[in-house]
């Protein structure tokens, strides 16, 4: 059974940073890729940053420049760092693994609450 537990969302002030992390336990086989996705309220799910096993990362527009994600491969972690932080970053983020042979996981989502 995959389970992916996430951590670090917050409320913070504009301007600011957070770092979120997600460890993934009970996997069989290789991570694919890991990635974090975030919801609004009104909002479709959205992909923030992605990074796959070969190294390459992809970013949304909105965030490039001030979202950076990492993994550490031996712990079966993603990290998400967010720097100058803005109200329209607001929302749950959600971690995503896609590993060999299992599929999709999603952990439960974190809370990031940015004011003005």
């Known amino acids: 059974q995959v389970q992916l537990v996430e951590s670090g969302g917050g409320l913070v002030q504009a301007g600011g940073s957070l770092r979120l992390s997600c460890a993934a336990s009970?996997?069989?086989?290789?991570?694919?890729?890991m990635g974090w996705y975030r919801q609004a309220p009104g909002k479709q799910r959205e992909l923030v940053a992605a990074?796959?096993?070969?190294?390459?990362?992809s970013y949304a527009d909105s965030v490039k420049g001030r979202f950076t994600i990492s993994r550490d491969n031996a712990k079966n972690t993603v990290y998400l760092q967010m720097n100058s932080l803005k109200p329209e970053d607001t929302a749950v983020y959600y971690c995503?693994?896609?590993?060999?042979?299992?599929?999709?996981?999603w952990g439960q989502g974190t809370q990031v609450t940015v004011s003005l």
């Open positions: 995503s693994v896609l590993v060999t042979m299992q599929g999709t996981y």
């Open positions: 009970g996997i069989m086989f290789s991570i694919r890729s």
């Open positions: 990074a796959t096993s070969v190294g390459s990362t």
